[in-house]
């Protein structure tokens, strides 16, 4: 059923929603790379000391946590975390808007801006009706979302979902497959791991004209690549989503020169943690196997990243219930698995969570591009939705 706060709500985050999207376009214009969020960390700190939230700031070198007590809080109880990331994208920014990236090479062409204002604006809201919270709300600005180790990881690691004791999160997404004002969500397994494959190769380089003085190692990486696909196919079940993807193949020969070495590079996607160790020992040993047949070295490094990301099913089930009581049922939509990675999963590993997404397209404004893309913007009226949705997610 809709939240008895909910027609007040409407009414104070139009109220702020000026002031929010100034913030949005202030992060939007001053980006900063991952675990490098040091102006952004001043900036969101200075926020919450406006507001009078208590926070620590400097969690994971740059990440920052506040805390809004509930009227009846105490020591020894739970609240609820909701977390936006902070980092941007090493990208350089083509949009021609008042707010573009002044920071060279560097664009929140993720959304992170986005979910850093969403949260400010959530929580002058949730601390102006504190005494309605059922629990404290624990405010998570996290760094280094895109870049491993993650800045979940560090988080967790600095006791983020301790004193008091997260007992269950909830984070957004931007989504520019959807219009403004909808929202999606996935029960279950919703997001992969992320693991990255490097491949070296060393062989011994010639003539082209005599193969037979050489160690190819084009060959080997050719003959890599496909036993690798070929054994994935083999080992995973498929009924467990996965991946194996190879997007760079590196031997700087010639026509008539077979060179010494070649750089392999790709990632390996997965939803079962038991598939993710088996694929991982398996490629090693194909690697050994290989090098001995063609008389090379592969040296072989899986630089491990984030886990598989789960929605808590009943928690997930809930939400999406109270979205479509309070947003409609035609603005809250199913979402179907996504083989991307997001380190929110870290989180979803330890407590019940839900990540769902957030609509910020326009497509009669040309407001369209997917994320990573060097004009991807978003319509600033989902930044409305936004807040909507993490107040009420702290209420239910």
Do not use: W
């Not at 001053?30 to 952004?40: A, D, G, K, R």
């Not at 919450?48 to 009846?72: D, R, W, Y």
């Amino acid at each position: 059923m809709k939240h008895k706060l909910n027609s007040i709500l409407l009414n104070k985050i139009e109220a702020i929603y000026p002031r929010i999207v100034s913030y949005r376009e202030y992060l939007h214009q001053h980006p900063e790379l991952s675990f490098q969020e040091f102006n952004t960390m001043e900036f969101v700190a200075d926020k919450l000391a406006q507001l009078k939230i208590p926070f620590q700031k400097e969690v994971a070198g740059t990440g920052i946590v506040g805390l809004i007590k509930a009227s009846h809080h105490n020591e020894n109880q739970n609240c609820i975390g909701l977390r936006a990331d902070l980092d941007a994208l090493p990208i350089q920014e083509e949009n021609d808007v008042h707010y573009k990236s002044v920071n060279d090479g560097i664009m929140h062409a993720c959304g992170h801006d986005v979910h850093t204002a969403v949260l400010l604006g959530a929580a002058e809201i949730l601390n102006e009706i504190k005494e309605e919270l059922p629990l404290s709300i624990k405010l998570i600005f996290q760094p280094g979302e895109e870049t491993n180790p993650g800045g979940a990881s560090l988080m967790i690691e600095a006791g983020v979902l301790e004193n008091p004791k997260v007992e269950r999160m909830y984070g957004l997404h931007v989504f520019p497959e959807f219009e403004a004002g909808h929202l999606g969500l996935r029960s279950g397994l919703y997001m992969a791991s992320s693991d990255e494959i490097h491949v070296s190769i060393q062989g011994i380089g010639g003539h082209g004209a005599l193969p037979e003085k050489c160690v190819n190692p084009l060959m080997i990486g050719a003959s890599f690549v496909i036993q690798a696909k070929e054994l994935l196919e083999s080992i995973c079940p498929k009924e467990i989503p996965h991946v194996l993807t190879f997007g760079r193949f590196e031997a700087l020969g010639s026509t008539n020169v077979v060179p010494s070495t070649c750089e392999i590079k790709g990632t390996f996607r997965t939803m079962n943690e038991e598939l993710r160790a088996l694929a991982h020992h398996e490629l090693n040993e194909i690697s050994k196997k290989i090098s001995s047949d063609y008389n090379g070295n592969i040296k072989l490094t899986i630089s491990k990243g984030y886990p598989f990301l789960k929605n808590d099913e009943d928690l997930t089930a809930t939400l999406q219930k109270y979205f479509e009581d309070n947003f409609g049922n035609d603005f809250v939509h199913d979402l179907p698995i996504r083989m991307t990675a997001e380190d929110f999963a870290f989180y979803s590993q330890k407590i019940p969570v839900v990540f769902f997404r957030l609509g910020v397209a326009n497509n009669k404004k040309g407001i369209n591009y997917g994320v990573h893309h060097p004009k991807f913007d978003i319509d600033q009226n989902a930044i409305k939705t936004g807040i909507q949705a993490m107040v009420l997610a702290a209420f239910k």
